[in-house]
């Protein structure tokens, strides 16, 4: 009998300690997800500011080709990389959103001559695209970060 007693206490504990293993591997894989998202989002509210900002030292500063220097490729990468990454509709609702106002945006700006009301009134919706897509994936990231702590 004792026998069997260690036989049984011996595939117990070897199943905890698989278990225990693929736990923490799926752990440590969500907590990577997530860190590569955060990059992601992080990276498209920097070029998304950047942005704006170089419209505005053409606009202010008389600066020329400022615009026309921004990483467009970088941007569409990040989009593109958030978009494989993450499944959360609010986090993808924003994102459609900064890129909409950033194209109008653009497109008005490039056009030449623009009406300084319509010009600031695409500039600020860009500025709460920044705002609501920085809230979506904040909340996203903290959320999966607990859980992973869990």
């Not at 992601?40 to 500063?61: I, M, N, T, Y």
């Not at 569409?76 to 993450?86: F, G, H, Y």
Request: overall charge positive.
């Amino acid at each position: 009998m004792d026998v069997w007693v260690t036989l049984v206490a011996a595939v117990a504990g070897a199943a905890i300690a698989i278990l225990g293993q693929y736990l923490t591997r799926r752990g440590e894989a969500n907590v990577r997800l997530t860190e590569l998202l955060l990059e992601q989002c992080s990276r498209l509210v920097a070029l998304a500011e950047d942005f704006r900002h170089r419209v505005w030292e053409e606009r202010e500063l008389g600066l020329v080709g400022r615009v026309d220097g921004w990483d467009l490729g970088e941007s569409r990468l990040a989009q593109a990389k958030v978009r494989i990454l993450c499944r959360d509709q609010r986090v993808l609702a924003a994102l459609e959103e900064l890129n909409s106002s950033g194209k109008s945006l653009g497109a008005y700006w490039r056009r030449g001559q623009v009406e300084p009301a319509e010009l600031e009134a695409r500039y600020e919706r860009v500025k709460k695209a920044i705002e609501s897509f920085t809230a979506a994936s904040a909340t996203l990231v903290r959320r999966r970060l607990a859980r992973a702590a869990d």
